[in-house]
């Protein structure tokens, strides 16, 4: 992947509103006109124990939504959020996951929209005109042996803020949290910033966790700039910390 991949100005996104289906995810008043508002939790099943607090949906369910929000296979699509797409960059990766090809972050989010004065207008219902049909394996994964394994053999990141690594963590995992990847108007950062904050990769396969495999896909969104892959561990700590056979690490380890 590259930039251009993963990410799509306002301004250009303004130029094809006619084109493109747009997600406003956890946003519930105004958005971009013809914005579909859609929950953060349309992109996770039902959570708990060794499979984390959000894993992936299934199939079956993330194919009904996706319908239901007008998309067909070859859609365009683009998904925003009010903060710095920390949670539309989950939605990014289920969908390019399920198979969904053309699937990219409005870079800044809605405040990059605000701030190109463009017009907001009141967000969409769903639709039910889509005809897309998903198959699930499209971005990489791993699970709980998985992440330990990456972690001793490769590199794991870890995408959640200081604090909350400090109080525990896999293991070896490295911690780049994921708000580091934008700069202080909650665009991504340019590709060799990109670079330099991911410089350690020296060829490594890389890993990512999270909490509960959210900000983890912020972290691989960032990666994909800079055409470096890595994959998820949807369960991340919620799942890792739920199994008792699991060793915690701390900061001060």
Same mark, same amino acid.
């Given at each position: 992947?590259?930039?251009?991949?993963?990410?799509?100005?306002?301004?250009?996104?303004?130029?094809?509103?006619?084109?493109?289906?747009?997600?406003?995810?956890?946003?519930?008043?105004?958005?971009?006109?013809?914005?579909?508002?859609?929950?953060?939790?349309?992109? #996770?099943?039902? !959570? /708990?124990?060794?499979? %984390?607090? @959000?894993? +992936? =949906?299934?199939?079956?369910? *993330?194919?009904? $939504?996706? &319908?239901?929000?007008?998309?067909?296979?070859?859609?365009?699509?683009?998904?925003?959020?009010?903060?710095?797409?920390?949670?539309?960059?989950?939605?990014?990766?289920?969908?390019?996951?399920?198979?969904?090809?053309?699937?990219?972050?409005?870079?800044?989010?809605?405040?990059?929209?605000?701030?190109?004065?463009?017009?907001?207008?009141?967000?969409?219902?769903?639709?039910?005109?889509?005809?897309?049909?998903?198959?699930?394996?499209?971005?990489?994964?791993?699970?709980?042996?998985?992440?330990?394994?990456?972690?001793?053999?490769?590199?794991?990141?870890?995408?959640?803020?200081?604090? #909350?690594?400090? !109080? /525990?963590?896999?293991? %070896?995992? @490295?911690? +780049? =949290?994921?708000?580091?990847? *934008?700069?202080? $108007?909650? &665009?991504?950062?340019?590709?060799?910033?990109?670079?330099?904050?991911?410089?350690?990769?020296?060829?490594?396969?890389?890993?990512?966790?999270?909490?509960?495999?959210?900000?983890?896909?912020?972290?691989?969104?960032?990666?994909?700039?800079?055409?470096?892959?890595?994959?998820?561990?949807?369960?991340?700590?919620?799942?890792?910390?739920?199994?008792?056979?699991?060793?915690?690490?701390?900061?001060?380890?």
């Amino acid at each position: 992947m590259s930039r251009q991949d993963v990410l799509i100005s306002a301004t250009d996104l303004n130029a094809q509103l006619d084109s493109v289906v747009i997600l406003a995810v956890g946003i519930v008043s105004e958005g971009i006109p013809g914005a579909v508002a859609v929950e953060p939790s349309a992109f #996770a099943g039902a !959570g /708990g124990g060794l499979q %984390g607090a @959000r894993p +992936l =949906p299934s199939i079956e369910d *993330l194919q009904s $939504n996706v &319908r239901s929000w007008g998309i067909n296979d070859d859609t365009p699509v683009v998904l925003y959020d009010a903060n710095g797409n920390l949670s539309a960059a989950r939605g990014w990766w289920t969908l390019k996951w399920a198979g969904l090809a053309n699937v990219r972050l409005l870079d800044g989010g809605q405040a990059a929209w605000e701030e190109a004065e463009l017009p907001f207008a009141p967000l969409q219902p769903r639709n039910a005109t889509g005809s897309a049909t998903l198959s699930a394996g499209h971005m990489a994964q791993i699970d709980a042996d998985g992440a330990d394994a990456y972690a001793r053999h490769h590199i794991l990141v870890d995408a959640r803020n200081e604090k #909350a690594f400090g !109080g /525990g963590h896999i293991s %070896g995992s @490295r911690n +780049l =949290p994921a708000s580091g990847n *934008l700069d202080e $108007n909650d &665009r991504f950062l340019p590709d060799n910033a990109l670079r330099a904050r991911y410089a350690f990769r020296d060829g490594a396969h890389i890993g990512v966790s999270c909490g509960s495999g959210v900000s983890a896909a912020h972290d691989i969104a960032a990666l994909a700039i800079i055409d470096i892959p890595a994959a998820l561990f949807i369960g991340s700590w919620s799942a890792w910390s739920a199994d008792a056979t699991r060793p915690v690490a701390h900061a001060s380890a």
